[in-house]
C-alpha cells in the first residue's frame, strides 16, 4: 500500500496474530483498488459484561483517490463461532473489497445504465 496500515486496538490487548492477519487482508485490498490514500482499521471488544460472551467490533476506513472515503462496519452477531475475531475480520473485509469493486467500476463508468425506455421510431 502507499501508505502503512494503521490498526488501532480498544478494549483489548495487542496481538501479533491479529496484526498478521489484518495486514495479510490489507494487501489483498490492493488486488482491487491501486490507489488507496489510507486504511485504518479499529478493532474492539465491545461489551466486558461476561452475561452474553464479549462480541467483536471491527471497522476499516479507507480512503481512495478522486475523494471517496469507503467504510466497513462488521460485529460480531453469533457468540458460538469458534474464533470469533477472525471471522467478524474476515467479514470487515470481504465488505470492503466489495465497496472497493463498487468505486472502481464506477470510476471506470463500467456500472449497468438501463437504455432510454422510448423506443425510436
Not at 45 to 53: I, Y
Not at 75 to 103: C, S, W, Y
Not at 113 to 118: I, L, N
Amino acid at each position: 500500500m502507499q501508505l502503512p496500515v494503521k490498526i488501532t486496538y480498544r478494549g483489548l490487548e495487542k496481538s501479533d496474530q491479529v496484526d498478521n492477519l489484518v495486514l495479510d487482508y490489507a494487501a489483498r485490498l490492493e488486488k482491487f483498488c491501486d490507489h488507496i490514500n489510507r486504511c485504518d482499521i479499529a478493532i474492539e471488544q465491545t461489551n466486558h459484561a461476561h452475561q452474553k460472551g464479549n462480541p467483536y467490533r471491527c471497522r476499516i476506513d479507507v480512503t481512495v483517490s478522486r475523494g471517496h472515503e469507503l467504510v466497513a462496519d462488521e460485529r460480531q452477531m453469533d457468540n458460538g463461532t469458534h474464533k470469533p475475531l477472525n471471522k467478524v475480520i474476515h467479514d470487515a473485509f470481504k465488505t470492503m473489497e466489495r465497496e472497493l469493486r463498487r468505486v472502481v467500476d464506477k470510476q471506470r463508468r463500467d456500472v449497468k445504465t438501463h437504455a432510454d425506455s422510448r423506443s425510436p421510431k
